[in-house]
């Protein structure tokens, strides 16, 4: 049977729940898991909740860290696994170490100095200011990756997006 990689989603809370925080990781990169195991838990501003793997697979990498704000929908984790069910989430990589889902879309991940290890990596969060101001300046938030995120929770800030901007003058 023939394995696939994915990016394993935060889950959605409903429509007035975007961020959730991680309190406490149950898997490392390498842990073999089954359908069901508890990967995470993970909290709200209403309820707290454990985050279980929707397939058997092994983990690769973790994109959040105890403590951090995650939003619902982004990638959570990537996994190993040959579940046929789960194959719209199977990306591949690129030569430049980017990766792309299976119909080629590409999608951003921060890397370099003062990034996690590399059995971590870690998606850019803006915050909605920050957004709105990448925005207006003509700028796609989702294609910029050598912005530090120095908001809480390691989000990208207003801040953050005024400093950027200063440097590219």
Do not use: C
Request: hydrophobic share 35%; proline share 7%.
């Amino acid at each position: 049977m023939s394995t696939f990689i994915i990016d394993v989603p935060v889950p959605s809370m409903g429509a007035t729940v975007s961020e959730l925080t991680v309190i406490n990781l149950a898997v490392t990169p390498g842990t073999k898991v089954t359908k069901g195991q508890k990967l995470a838990a993970l909290e709200s501003d209403k309820s707290a909740f454990d985050f279980e793997s929707p397939v058997e697979g092994t983990v690769l990498a973790i994109m959040a860290k105890n403590g951090a704000a995650i939003t619902s929908g982004q990638p959570f984790l990537r996994m190993e696994t040959s579940d046929e069910s789960l194959r719209h989430l199977a990306v591949r990589m690129t030569d430049d170490g980017g990766r792309r889902t299976e119909n080629g879309e590409q999608k951003t991940d921060r890397t370099g100095p003062g990034s996690p290890p590399s059995s971590v990596v870690r998606s850019l969060i803006w915050t909605p200011r920050a957004t709105k101001m990448a925005q207006e300046a003509g700028l796609d938030p989702a294609t910029i990756t050598d912005i530090e995120a120095t908001g809480p929770g390691g989000r990208v800030s207003g801040d953050d997006v005024t400093k950027y901007l200063a440097g590219r003058k």
